[in-house]
């Protein structure tokens, strides 16, 4: 089994670069359990191959998701896992916090979560509020760290406000041919990710292999990098993201050849003149 390189965020919480997303495992806005042993099979195939962080969320399935989730685990060492589940932005009141983490551990069987993320934010709600919530879960340790997702510079800042917890991650829209036009925010690249890193707060990148979209492969400098590395452009996409500094990716993964393609991208080193070819792509044009 290969190991995934770590890092350390915010000198507390070790997390291997590469995850697996759940996004469309058991369903999109309801359930769905047509599939159900497709994806447990996944789920399991990706631990037994390597993988040790699992990212799902409240809302993926109506919380079926994390069902399958809670059913493929059940089998490995829980110490060995690190477990990342989100509650909806739609249910920010302190209350709705408390129970969403409830109903999120229960539905996985678990009895903490490694790290509660707020899925985006939502202005009709006080973040203060949203925040005592996750001051309790984190106090009662029903939660061991917490992170944002979606979240701009202006509103990353005001959490500090809420909070002695360090914030772990804030988990964004961006990947080699996406860097600031992500659908809930812009200046990815330019603004929030230098934000991020100048707090310490480590970036998850959703969306990390373009959603395996094949017009990549047509990109003639993608292509000569696959190539020369003898690697698909989608192992090059993603050995990009997670090269850089404090950069999580967390692919949605079912086939077995994606997995060990994924695992395998985090296995090897694109020269620096490489690496800056990619860096300096501003548009597809580019590519
Ligand atoms: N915070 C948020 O708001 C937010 C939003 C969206 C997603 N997410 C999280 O981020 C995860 C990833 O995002 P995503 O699922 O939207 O997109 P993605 O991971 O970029 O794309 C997933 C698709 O790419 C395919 N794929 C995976 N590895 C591949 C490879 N090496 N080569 C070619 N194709 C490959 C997968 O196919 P197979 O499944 O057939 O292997 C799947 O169809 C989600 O699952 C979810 O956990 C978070």
């Known amino acids: ?61 109506a919380g079926h998701a994390e069902r399958l989730v809670g059913q493929a685990i059940k089998n490995f060492d829980r110490k060995n896992l690190i477990i990342t589940t989100k509650v909806s932005g739609d249910t920010l009141q302190f ?5 969403s983490a409830d109903d999120s551990r229960k539905r996985m069987g678990i009895d903490q979560i490694d790290l509660f993320l707020l899925h985006w934010p939502n202005p009709s709600v006080p973040l203060g509020q949203t925040m005592s919530a996750v001051n309790k879960l984190l106090e009662d340790r029903s939660v061991k760290y917490f992170g944002l997702s979606n979240f701009p510079v202006a509103l990353i800042n005001e959490v500090g406000f809420y909070t002695d917890a360090p914030i772990i991650t ?11 036009q992500g659908s809930y925010n812009q200046n990815v690249e330019t603004e929030i990710i230098p934000y991020c890193l100048k707090k310490g707060v480590s970036i998850t990148a959703w969306r990390p292999v373009m959603k395996g979209d094949a017009s990549a492969i047509i990109y ?16 090059i996409a993603l050995n990009w993201l997670i090269s850089k500094p404090s950069m999580l990716a967390i692919p949605k993964m079912t086939s077995e050849a994606h997995i060990m393609q994924n695992i395998d991208a985090t296995q090897f080193e694109i020269d620096q003149d490489d690496m800056l070819l990619l860096d300096n792509i501003k548009n597809t044009s580019d590519l």
């Open 1 to 61: 089994m290969k190991t995934i390189p770590e890092i350390t965020i915010q000198n507390c919480f070790t997390i291997p670069v590469l995850g697996l997303g759940t996004w469309e495992m058991g369903g999109r806005s309801s359930a769905d359990k047509s599939e159900d042993n497709k994806w447990i099979h996944a789920i399991e195939f990706a631990i037994e191959s390597g993988i040790r962080h699992i990212d799902t969320a409240a809302i993926y399935g």
């Open 95 to 99: 209350h709705q916090v408390l129970r």
């Open 170 to 180: 804030n988990q964004l829209e961006y990947n080699l041919m996406n860097r600031n």
């Open 220 to 235: 003639p400098l993608l292509q000569s990098l696959a190539e020369k590395y003898d690697k698909t452009v989608f192992q």
